[in-house]
């Protein structure tokens, strides 16, 4: 039995970090043959992640393609999967990943299994889930295996079930996957225009997190969270310098919680969203066909001009909001995304003075 470090992020990731790789990292692992005693007879959730393809822009991979695939082998093995989720858009944000958690304990699901598919082969790891927003503790115990093929890799998998005669004990386990299709962490209404109380009320502005070193990490594990940080530390160094010439107050806050904002007198937050475009849609309640190739983002040219860029649906997109944390709306102005988190600020900002600027 082998101590590893996994990759665990519940942050939003730059898009090359998130291409490559799995949704576990940053945390010390025990990986061994371990399968939980209660896998057969209690609930599971799924994290998928299919590598995206690199052209023109990051696009999303078929995840839910690779779904159908997975749930044929996790149903004959007898496991209650209640919900798969792309871990996409569980990493797309502060918020989408708190709103999520909320969801795996409101479900009573107990444990979880994670597969990632890249270019170079399948790989699977299981282990209980933590009832947090970390889901998986440090020094936990999990199973790990990887192949070039899924069929190698459940096979595998199935073999150690059986090999561990733990009870079979879910018969209702249904014979397609379930999904969030409707997932918004919208609680309220989306407004399509900008809220003109900024002019007047400070502004938080919600920095890009760290990873937290964690309890026994090894000197590897260190020394990869600190490389990591010292990423988001250019990248908030990045941030303030493109706000710098904000016209209204605004304050740098890690995230925190609407009670926390309250206390802190911030009655609005500036917000980032990273995934398919067509997910962010979903997520901030926005109005979309089935039938649309693409979105067109409206990108300013200031002081009062426009121009247009059409990304595919399932582009990897950033998009900024605010949210207004006493009437729980968001604000989402024009729909501004863009491929890096700088093109879509510079987007939400410069659509917003022009707003302004029109005497809105």
Known sequence: MTRISLLFLFISLPALLLAQ????????????????????????????????????????GDWKSFTAEVHSYLY????????????????????????????????????????DKQNDGIEILCSPYNGKVSLIDNNQKAYKDSAPYLNRVMINFGREI??????MQNFLIPDKPTYLDALSIVQNDNLKNYPGQIRRNKMAVEK????????????????????????????????EQLLKDFPYQIEFVDYMSDEDLLRGRYQFVLRNLYASGQSIKSMLKYQSSSSEAGY?????????????????????????????????????????????????????????????????
Do not use: C
């Not at 909320?102 to 009573?108: A, H, K, N, Y």
């Not at 059986?162 to 009870?167: A, F, I, Q, S």
């Not at 988001?232 to 990045?238: E, F, T, V, Y």
């Open 21 to 60: 790789t799995p949704i576990y990292e940053f945390r010390n692992l025990d990986i061994g043959n371990y399968i939980p005693s209660d896998l057969n007879s209690t609930r599971t959730a799924v994290f998928i992640q299919v590598q995206p393809k690199n052209g023109t822009y990051w696009v999303e």
């Open 76 to 115: 004959r093995m007898g496991i209650d999967v209640v919900i798969y989720i792309n871990s996409n858009d569980f990493l797309s944000g502060n918020s989408t990943t708190n709103f999520y958690q909320r969801i795996l304990s409101g479900r009573s699901i107990k444990n979880l299994i994670f597969i």
């Open 162 to 167: 059986k090999r561990t005669e733990n009870p």
């Open 208 to 239: 890009f997190s760290k990873i937290p070193l964690g309890e026994n990490a090894s000197p590897e594990l260190v020394a990869k969270i600190n490389s990591f940080n010292a990423q988001i530390d250019s990248k908030n160094q990045q941030l």
């Open 296 to 360: 067109v983002s409206v990108v300013p040219i200031m002081p009062d001009n426009t121009s247009i860029k059409t990304f595919p649906k399932n582009a990897l997109l950033h998009k900024f909001y605010i949210r207004q944390n006493i009437a729980k709306n968001v604000y989402v102005g024009e729909w501004d995304a863009d491929e890096t988190w700088q093109k879509a600020l510079t987007n939400f900002v410069g659509n917003m003075m022009q707003y302004f600027n029109k005497g809105n």
